[in-house]
């Protein structure tokens, strides 16, 4: 057993993806018997009023710090904003989130053997080195996006001086770490290239709680609720950001005006949903529907309201993002369209699997056909759906992941302080 302080953006009560992966993560690791102790920040992205209320926040250091408890794991909220769309308020945002959570985990997690710490932000890394410095401790990096890539590829980065500081800031946070988990192969190799010590790299993909995402009726409330039962739905649910390309999907929608009964349903939050509730308010797109976050407990349904679901990533961010709501649509049992560049893990995926079509990304002629593809083919649709769902059970479920988190973490406590070269590599 090891006692492990989890340093994470995002955590429980917030609805966001990550947060829900990291709160599993947690839960899970607890049960393997390793206490954890969680600095966070106070809800901010996706806030559930009834998720809040089951986990209720209380003053610590006055409006600067709160706890909370989570199935038995403390846990302290660095108060931050609720989450905005500009650039510059977000990374004040994260210097505060630092500044409170590093002096937090230096004060109240003492007894920690261990730092887990995902990343983004990037910046997470400096937090995790000035506590390994002090308390000489070992953090284990987890990179769920390779940052600054993304940001360069999405232009929200572009001033070359700072993109030189987090050039190097990443290398030295890849040094500072005693391990880094990656979550695809192909993230690895991009690594690999980054000149980062081969040593250092453990391969464990993400997961869904194939548990609480099962294979349900294509009519349930939900669908009944929004009119959808008697309609062809192609689903995005998730984030409305960046790395998405919703230009792509209202140019595939305007080509698919011949099929009355389709339907794009986009369901989520994020920066760009204001933009694309304004592409919609003149009434161009008559078969696009969007819809607001939806409360965790609507997850299934939603999915199962989906006849194919759509992961549309923007041209260029296949190798340095992989949107894990993939495991969500195939615990889900149903097929995927992909768009996404060819070379990525995600169109790996897909076509390992063979769970649905991996498209080029940024292509309207290929969205559109592989949505009449899916609309023309119910029988090679639902065999696409089942080999996903088998794969997704085989591969990415909670507990089979969670066991080499676990046994990672052993093995770091164990080796820590000893030289790399002193020590046979970590193996996932």
């Known amino acids: 057993m090891a006692k492990v302080l989890l340093l994470s953006l995002v955590f429980s009560p917030d609805g966001v993806s990550t947060s829900v992966l990291m709160s599993e993560l947690a839960q899970e690791l607890q049960h393997a018997g390793h206490a954890l102790v969680v600095m966070t920040t106070t809800p901010h992205y996706n806030v559930e009023p009834k998720a809040v209320a089951r986990q209720p926040l209380r003053e610590k250091w006055g409006k600067l710090l709160y706890q909370s408890d989570y199935h038995g794991i403390p846990v302290y909220h660095a108060a931050i904003p ?123 993909p993400n997961f869904v709680d194939t548990e609480f995402v099962t294979p349900g009726s294509r009519q349930n409330p939900f669908s009944q609720q929004h009119g959808l039962d008697d309609k062809f739905v192609v689903l995005y649910a998730g984030n409305i950001g960046l790395t998405q390309n919703f230009e792509t999907i209202l140019a595939a929608a305007q080509q698919l005006m011949d099929l009355p009964d389709v339907r794009f349903l986009v369901v989520g939050d994020g920066t760009r949903r204001a933009w694309l509730a304004e592409q919609l308010a003149n009434g161009a797109y008559p078969n696009v529907v969007l819809l607001p976050y939806q409360p965790r407990s609507v997850v299934p349904q939603i999915y199962a309201t989906g006849d194919v679901c759509l992961v549309p990533l923007k041209r260029g961010t296949g190798k340095e993002t992989f949107p894990s709501k993939i495991y969500t649509i195939m615990a889900a049992q149903r097929p995927i369209i992909a768009a996404t560049d060819p070379d990525s893990e995600l169109a790996d995926l897909v076509n390992g699997a063979d769970c649905g079509w991996a498209i080029p990304a940024e292509d309207v002629v290929a969205l559109a056909q592989a949505v009449r593809t899916a609309y023309a083919n119910q029988a090679q649709r639902q065999e696409k759906a089942e080999r996903g769902y088998h794969y997704v059970l085989a591969h990415h479920s909670r507990q089979a992941v969670v066991r080499q988190y676990d046994q990672l973490i052993r093995d770091v406590v164990a080796s820590k302080l000893k030289p790399y070269e002193q020590r046979k590599p970590i193996v996932s």
Do not use: M
């Open 82 to 204: 609720v989450k905005g769309s500009r650039v510059r308020a977000r990374l004040l945002d994260y210097l505060r989130f630092h500044a409170i959570s590093t002096i937090a985990a230096l004060r109240l997690a003492r007894e920690c053997e261990i730092i887990l710490v995902p990343s983004p932000p990037l910046t997470i890394g400096l937090s995790a080195w000035i506590i390994r410095l002090i308390r000489r401790i070992p953090f284990i990096y987890n990179v769920q996006e390779i940052y600054p890539d993304v940001a360069v590829h999405l232009g929200v980065l572009q001033n070359p001086t700072l993109i030189r500081f987090f050039e190097l800031l990443e290398r030295f946070i890849y040094r500072q770490s005693h391990t880094i988990t990656v979550i695809s192969e192909r993230f690895r190799e991009r690594l690999l290239d980054k000149g980062v010590d081969p040593k250092k790299l453990v391969v464990i």
